[in-house]
């Protein structure tokens, strides 16, 4: 997983953000310019993190009584 900073400690499931030039090289190695809103999204968080089934009820609240707490 990237990055150092606990999603619990910090309240923040994103990844770091993905570069101007990273951007670019997934797009040209895509042969496609990204829609506007998905290089924004990535230029925010380059994905998330994913949970661990164990960290997740039966009803998927992990996040709502992790954050909520």
Known sequence: ???TRSPLRTRWLGLPPA???RIR???ERLGHRL???????VAVS??????????VNETGEWAVHCWAS
């Open 1 to 3: 997983m990237r990055g």
């Open 19 to 21: 570069s101007e030039e």
């Open 25 to 27: 090289s997934s797009e």
């Open 35 to 41: 829609p506007p809103s998905y290089r924004a999204f």
């Open 46 to 55: 380059d994905g998330y993190v994913l949970l661990d089934p164990g960290d």
